[in-house]
């Protein structure tokens, strides 16, 4: 969504909903989905909290995905020292990139036109979670 709501709620099997505190996700199953929710009015299956760094982290790449530049002062304005060690990791993204993918100013990571196409690899190297031994789910090329 092209909102800012705090909270995305998921309907139906599977779906995901995001809320202040972080992350859920309905019953996989079609039918389980069905009797749960008409039997409780949710049929929600399980759930990930999120840190102060985990929203930092969303932010940081929520920012490169949307506007294709993220600003150190941002971040340190909504998260405070929580995000110096981010500017670290700004300019090292941007120092290991030989193809022009990225710029870094010292304060504002920017994906260049050049790079839009690679936005989601780009943003992929703020993602704490993300670990590169093989492919779960869908990976970007």
Do not use: W
Request: glycine share 8%.
């Amino acid at each position: 969504t092209v909102d800012s709501a705090t909270a995305l709620i998921g309907f139906g099997a599977s779906a995901i909903g995001r809320l202040p505190q972080g992350y859920v996700q309905n019953t996989v199953g079609t039918a389980i989905y069905q009797r749960q929710a008409e039997a409780n009015g949710t049929a929600i299956d399980r759930g990930i909290a999120l840190t102060d760094e985990d929203r930092l982290r969303s932010y940081t790449i929520e920012r490169l995905l949307c506007d294709f530049s993220i600003s150190i002062d941002d971040l340190k304005r909504r998260y405070g020292e929580l995000a110096r060690p981010l500017a670290t990791e700004m300019a090292h993204v941007a120092s290991c990139d030989a193809d022009g993918l990225t710029e870094f100013d010292g304060d504002r990571l920017i994906v260049t036109p050049r790079g839009r196409p690679f936005v989601r690899s780009i943003a992929a190297s703020f993602d704490a979670y993300l670990i590169n031994d093989g492919a779960r789910y869908s990976i970007a090329v």
